[in-house]
């Protein structure tokens, strides 16, 4: 019986280990894959404002029109702005990344594993944590990449918010965001805006998340039954025995 404990609690680690969030003082998002109309405008918010810079070259367009209940009539409407770009195209932009290097420094990166490599509450902070800095090239700042290369796009939506300072060790640091009160969008619809973005990036970065999650309920399931099972027949086995 304990050997098969251990066994279980053996199996499940490495899922608890893969779960553990990145290090950093990051706001906290509830991501969810299964929340299809949170993915579906998280789709338009990527496809509007981010892929004019940046890509996610390992995913199609059908894919996620499968995976978030839209035919291709509709994944072309609205998520593909290319005229020479179909729904099982995988998603490119056609921002070189010489263009890239030359207006912002450096190339855009692709998006499609971000969520996976720095976590979802990462990229939840970046898009709540531009403010405004003058000594920018893009008059703006963010609390998680200091010195970022890239305008803030979302900022006619949030407006600029400006920057928290705190004194430590004797200068003052940027410490977080102060709430932006010029935008479209107030601060909560702004926050709700950018979890639906988070959750799309994050569901991307795996797009059988939701799946795998599924079918993991459906595996622990099985194994305690068998562990029931197993442990009757065990005493079954030895009532004779001793």
Same mark, same amino acid.
């Given at each position: 019986?304990?050997?098969?404990?251990?066994?279980?609690?053996?199996? +499940?680690?490495?899922? $608890?280990?893969?779960?553990?969030?990145?290090?950093?003082?990051?706001?906290?998002?509830?991501?969810?894959?299964?929340?299809?109309?949170?993915?579906?405008?998280?789709?338009?918010?990527?496809?509007?404002?981010?892929?004019?810079?940046?890509?996610?070259?390992?995913?199609?367009?059908?894919?996620?029109?499968?995976?978030?209940?839209?035919?291709?009539? +509709?994944?072309?409407?609205?998520?593909?702005?290319?005229?020479?770009?179909?729904?099982?195209?995988?998603?490119?932009?056609?921002?070189?990344?010489?263009?890239?290097?030359?207006?912002?420094?450096?190339?855009?990166?692709?998006?499609?594993?971000?969520?996976?490599?720095?976590? =979802?509450?990462?990229?939840?902070?970046?898009?709540?944590?531009?403010?405004?800095?003058?000594?920018?090239?893009?008059?703006?700042?963010?609390?998680?990449?200091?010195?970022?290369?890239?305008?803030?796009?979302?900022?006619?939506?949030?407006?600029? =918010?400006? =920057?928290?300072?705190?004194?430590?060790?004797?200068?003052?640091?940027?410490?977080?965001?102060?709430?932006?009160?010029?935008?479209? $969008?107030?601060?909560?619809?702004?926050?709700? +805006?950018?979890?639906?973005?988070?959750?799309?990036?994050?569901?991307?970065?795996? =797009?059988?998340?939701?799946?795998?999650?599924?079918?993991?309920?459906?595996? $622990?399931?099985?194994?305690?039954?068998?562990?029931?099972?197993?442990? +009757?027949?065990?005493?079954?086995?030895?009532?004779?025995?001793?």
């Amino acid at each position: 019986m304990r050997k098969l404990l251990l066994t279980l609690a053996l199996a +499940l680690i490495p899922g $608890l280990l893969m779960a553990a969030p990145k290090g950093g003082n990051y706001m906290s998002v509830d991501v969810d894959p299964h929340d299809k109309q949170s993915l579906q405008r998280g789709a338009m918010l990527f496809a509007n404002y981010c892929m004019a810079c940046h890509e996610a070259s390992l995913m199609r367009y059908n894919r996620i029109g499968q995976d978030l209940g839209l035919d291709d009539a +509709l994944v072309e409407q609205y998520l593909i702005f290319k005229p020479e770009q179909q729904a099982h195209d995988v998603m490119t932009n056609v921002m070189t990344e010489a263009d890239a290097e030359q207006w912002f420094g450096a190339p855009a990166p692709d998006l499609t594993l971000y969520a996976r490599r720095h976590g =979802p509450d990462r990229v939840y902070t970046f898009l709540n944590g531009f403010y405004r800095d003058d000594d920018q090239p893009f008059g703006v700042n963010n609390i998680v990449v200091s010195g970022v290369s890239m305008p803030h796009v979302l900022q006619d939506l949030q407006g600029l =918010p400006e =920057p928290r300072y705190e004194e430590r060790d004797g200068r003052m640091v940027v410490v977080g965001v102060e709430e932006a009160t010029n935008g479209r $969008l107030s601060p909560e619809e702004y926050r709700a +805006l950018t979890r639906d973005l988070t959750n799309f990036m994050d569901y991307m970065a795996e =797009p059988v998340k939701a799946e795998r999650e599924r079918l993991g309920v459906r595996v $622990l399931v099985f194994l305690f039954i068998f562990l029931i099972v197993t442990y +009757l027949l065990k005493r079954e086995y030895w009532k004779d025995v001793h």
